[in-house]
């Protein structure tokens, strides 16, 4: 059997299990599958150089399914690289299985889950990049992306900087087979348009028959020698070789409705199996000796800001341990991370203004083993939150670093003020959530997010606040500090980040009114620390939570899960930012918020019983005092016409 009659019998071969996979499990995407099938049987069968018994070995090519529902086609090329049997490929989305509907990391040689469409070109980039600039080896990231994804604009993102950083050892196979879920995409087989747009971006470019095997090979072949990142656009027809579904609307996502004929009518059940080519090269000889390293300290009762603690931190990482390696997305001189630039200039990496690609890049660089920290402001981080979920999926250790976060950012308005940061980051599965109230507390947490698995998110100040925590005090990813207390304390003060000093400010002037506050300092918001909150809620009765976030989602609600279960009974209240904050100084903003000083003092007075609380009991009430409508009517809390204009 020459190779072209090989190859187009492995293609066919591809599409019968993909046929097969989805008719057992009921479900699956086989069209999908079989419109790419003879290109990934000539990738399989000649240019993926990949050990399958060796999936961790670090020379290996890697293949990323961007169009992740083509996962049937993506296990029966496992199957037939001997990397998995017929009757693991038959338990195709089954409870248990490796194989599920979407591929995850779950079954090697896998580097990370797709199936949210536009992320796995984006993921190459970074993949490629650590290829390229850090591992200085030569694999190839071959990435097989649909044309409906091309709509996403984190593929366009992709596609600039893999022409930004000249990655050459990268190749975007797209499968052009016109049929998205319910109508033709934009372009339906017009490859020449694609084509063109790749070119703008600085990319080389083929279009072709992708069902001409020797066109496949021809492809290939140049890819492989353009000299830049090269984008193969692939006419196909969905559903190819069976004609109640090839090139059908309608049919996406569905079983073949007779998968004994479609089978038949592709010349039956094979049983073919390649002998992927292994890498032959030698290892690089980077050079990676840690070096000794000074990590930075303050003393006490200085003024720092905790970005800026970040930013130093990290760099002494990177003396110490040389796979940590630093994105941004183009903030640095403002999330600091603008100091391992300068200390480490071969492993930082500039994002530019593009938050997908820059968590997408962290991911495809820890899938390599480095160890990414990746910063930007915090409220721009919102714009990759898919890319978050996705890697917690991928069971990816990724570091994450907010600046710029609450109203006490000042002057610069809602638009940069992250307020919904904390509850977003909660909610991925495995999180931690880290909020340091000081440079030494940023120092020591960002050290432990070094060795931490899974997502880790750090959200840091724009302004200085007081150092209060000692360099040698136990801080650690789920503790807490308690900055003042006592036996006699009548209620807990639970604050994180700038909201500690309004906390610490507050217990002072109680202390002078006679009353006795606990300050908890819940720097990690995730784990929290629920050991402490629980005794302080034992011995005092009432916590008062104080947080520069929305009210939803945040400390306030971290505290409130803490105590679902508490035996006893226990008051708690919660003080967040509740109505749409404006310009204006931190201080000026946070009195607004009603999370300052004066507003915990009036609020634990009412609480307790011993004064009425001049500033209002409901959120209706907190609402209009921050919007000015400090009138007799509070008017309709949903209106947010500005009072002032017209």
Known sequence: ??????????GQQLRVDSIRASAKAGSGHPTSSMSAADLMAVLLDGHLRLDFDRPDDPRNDHLVFS??????????MLKAAGAITDEELLRYRSFGSRLEGHPTPRIPPTDVATGSLGQGLPIGVGIALAGKRLD??????WVLCGDSETAEGSIWEAFEHAAHYGLDNLTAIVDVNRLGQTTETMLGWDVDTYAERARAFGWHAVVLDGHDLDAVEAAYTEAENSGRPTALFAKTKKGKGVRAVEDQPGKHGKPVADPERAIAELGGPRALSVRVAKPEFAMST??????????????????????????ETLTALGESRPEVVALDGEVSNSTASALFAEAHPGRYFEMYIAEQQLVAAAVGLQARGWAAFASTFAAFLTRAHDFVRMAAISRADLRLAGSHAGVSIGPDGPSQMALEDLAMFRAVHGSAVLHPSDANQTALL????????GISYLRTLRGKTPVRTGPDEDVRIGGSRVVRGSEDDRVTLVACGVTVGEAEEAAERLAADGVAARVLDCYSVKPIDAATLRAAARDTGVLL???????EGGLGDAVLECLADFPD???????????????GSPAELRAAAGIDADRIVATVHSVLGGRRNPFGETPEEERAIIRGEQGTSVGDPHDDTDPQSG
Do not use: I
């Open 136 to 141: 200085r080896l030569p694999y190839r990231v």
């Open 1 to 10: 059997m020459n190779d072209t009659t090989f190859r187009r019998e492995l």
């Open 569 to 583: 009974a226990v008051t708690v209240r919660k003080l967040a930012v509740r109505g749409m904050p404006c310009s």
């Open 545 to 551: 939570t104080v947080e520069d976030h929305w009210p």
């Open 446 to 453: 960002v050290t432990a997010m070094a060795d931490r698995g």
């Open 67 to 76: 169009k992740g529902h083509a996962s049937p086609l993506y296990y029966g």
């Open 286 to 311: 980077v050079d990676a000796q840690p070096a000794e390293a000074r990590f930075p300290s303050w003393e006490v009762g200085e003024e720092v800001a905790t970005r800026q603690a970040y930013g």
